[in-house]
């Protein structure tokens, strides 16, 4: 050590302290998504939907931003108590449910009718606290297998500010990326429009886990089947539309009685995809009605319960886990990104629309 | 046998224990708000262990109030004995105020506060978005604090460990050994 000059030995403790800190800060600073690579984070994720929305509605969702608040209860019929030790799948349970209706997109003015994807979220809530959310839609798979393929079409779907369309060159790359999204766009190009929230099935395309009492797995996906029989709604009624058609037909539905779906759980074979949503499992395999929803209310969302809950389908009631579909882990991650900026705007008194204080224009 | 110049051994035990998880807890925290697949796994563990460092904190915060610590070397600059003092107030604050906030953010949010499956703490705060949004930032905010004070705090011990070896360090580290030397 004599070797070294005096301010070499003074320096050196200092200089390994310094570099300690400084790993730590980095590591930390990595975690966070700040420094290195540009991994997919969930906030450029979101970043990425907002700016392919073209604008941010403040306090309204960054997706589905359009729809109504629901209110009702789900009985449970027993059928799946064997499946999972959920106690609200137990023998006629009762459980309040907070839901919402919506339909795909940012823009909360869209006119209902045109809107390809419609959706159910609900939030049902045990007596001893446990949640159960979902967030459903109207079509029967998932568009892309990985959370990467979705913030792929996010960013390769934005409109050329040029044409005010997505740019074809970039979709054909985006097909060529991500091929099961031709399967999506035929399911978007063929299957029927329904005239109305009440006669849609809603599926929860992501695969999850019962554990029944004795902790043996099952993987499951539900569905929401409703008890009204489909009715198409062909383009030229679509067009012709009011904009809140989906939301009016809705309340004038519940003003005659209640509405109702059946969940429907179907089981995975053996050989199924579990980590996938965007393949759908064979047509034939075993299914059981879990119970029934039933909704007898709608409110606003702008004054609505539903407003101030991120339907953030990675809550679950013990004997329901998630599966390995890398899906939900990313709905998660951006629902929370969504949720939490949107309660800011509404906190800052930015939202005065979405909290209906200032009707829409 | 006076244990004057070291820390009893339930204050070094809980020291050590909770260095590990609040440095844990630190980089879970901001992993699971950005990443895209981690999120539930980190989650799941940031609430039960948040609530542990806060339990934890109680305890620690009891012995720490019937025992004296050892003192600061007379020699030292006032502004650092200051700045212990101060800092180590902080991250008492800190341990206890961080696990609340969680739990209040979680409230506020109307989530549930799952510790494990099946095992649901009830609410603290309001549900709503005010409230959601101050406890919100102020978690994060304080977070970045705490973390902050983390990184002071292991260098000022660096610096008694490496510099003026002292015997702070060693307070904290070990007991009381019957050999000279220290």
């Known amino acids: 050590m004599s070797a070294f000059p005096l301010w ?33 984070t969930a906030q450029r994720f979101t970043n990425a939907i907002e700016a392919n929305n073209g604008k941010v509605y403040p306090g309204y969702r ?43 997109g940012a823009d909360p003015h869209a006119p209902d009718a045109m809107a390809r994807v419609r959706s159910m979220a609900l939030q049902l809530t045990g007596m001893d606290g446990q949640q159960w959310r979902t967030a459903m839609n109207s079509f029967p798979f998932f568009v892309v297998a990985t959370p990467q393929g979705f913030y792929d079409q996010a960013v390769a779907s934005r409109p050329d500010p040029a044409t005010g369309k997505p740019d074809p060159a970039k979709m054909a790359e985006l097909l060529r990326k991500h091929p099961e999204i031709a399967k999506f766009q035929q399911w978007a190009k063929t299957a ?4 109305s929230w009440a006669n849609t099935q809603f599926n929860g395309v992501n695969a999850f886990r019962f554990i029944d009492a004795a902790g043996h797995v099952s993987f499951v996906r539900w569905s929401m089947r409703p ?12 067009k012709d539309a009011e904009a809140d058609y989906l939301t009016d037909d809705l309340s004038a539905r519940l003003a005659r009685g209640p509405l109702r779906w059946d969940m429907v759980v179907t089981v995975a074979a053996a050989a199924d995809p579990i980590d996938d949503p965007s393949q759908p499992w064979p047509q034939n395999r075993r299914q059981v009605v879990a119970g029934t929803l039933e909704l007898d209310a709608s409110h606003p969302q702008s004054t609505g319960a539903c407003r101030d809950i991120n339907y953030d389908p990675t ?47 | 046998m006076s244990t004057d110049t070291h820390f009893n ?14 440095l844990a807890m630190l980089f879970i925290g901001v992993g699971m708000v950005a990443s895209v697949s981690l999120r539930p796994v980190l989650i799941d563990l940031h609430r039960p262990l948040g609530i542990a460092i806060g339990l934890l904190a109680l305890v620690r915060l009891g012995n720490r109030l019937r025992h004296r610590p050892p003192p600061l070397p007379a020699d030292l600059p006032r502004w650092q004995m200051l700045g212990a003092h101060a800092s180590h107030w902080l991250l008492y604050g800190l341990m206890i105020a961080m696990p609340l906030l969680g739990w209040a953010t979680l409230s506020a949010g109307g989530y549930p506060v799952t510790l494990w499956p099946g095992a649901v703490l009830p609410p603290i705060a309001p549900h709503g978005p005010q409230a959601y949004a101050l406890l919100h930032g102020a978690h994060v905010l304080l977070a970045f604090a705490l973390f902050a004070t983390v990184l002071g705090h292991l260098g000022a011990a660096l610096f008694h460990a490496w510099i003026r070896r002292d015997g702070v360090f060693s307070s ?11």
């Open chain 1, 8 to 40: 070499l030995r003074r320096t050196w403790p200092l200089a390994a302290i310094a570099l300690v800190l400084a790993l730590l800060a980095c590591v930390f600073a990595w975690a966070a998504g700040w420094i290195g690579t540009q991994r997919l």
């Open chain 2, 9 to 22: 051994l339930l204050a070094r035990v809980l020291h050590w224990t909770m260095a590990a998880m609040i």
């Open chain 2, 172 to 182: 904290m580290v070990h007991g009381p050994r019957r050999t000279s030397g220290e």
């Open chain 1, 227 to 238: 008890q009204l029989p489909f009715a198409a709604m062909d383009p030229a009624q679509r």
């Open chain 1, 315 to 361: 809550v679950l009631p013990d004997g329901i886990t998630l599966s390995d579909d890398p899906v939900l882990a990313a709905r998660a991650a951006v629902y929370s990104q969504s949720y939490n900026r949107r309660e800011d705007e509404i906190a800052r008194g930015l939202a005065p629309e979405a909290t209906g204080r200032e009707s829409a224009r």
């Open chain 1, 62 to 104: 960054r997706a589905h931003g359009k729809g109504v608040c629901v209110t009702g209860r789900f009985t449970s019929s027993g059928a799946a108590a064997a499946l999972s030790r959920a106690s609200l799948l137990a023998p006629g349970a009762v459980t309040p449910v907070l839901g919402r209706l919506s339909i795909a």
């Open chain 1, 192 to 195: 029927p429009w329904s005239n």
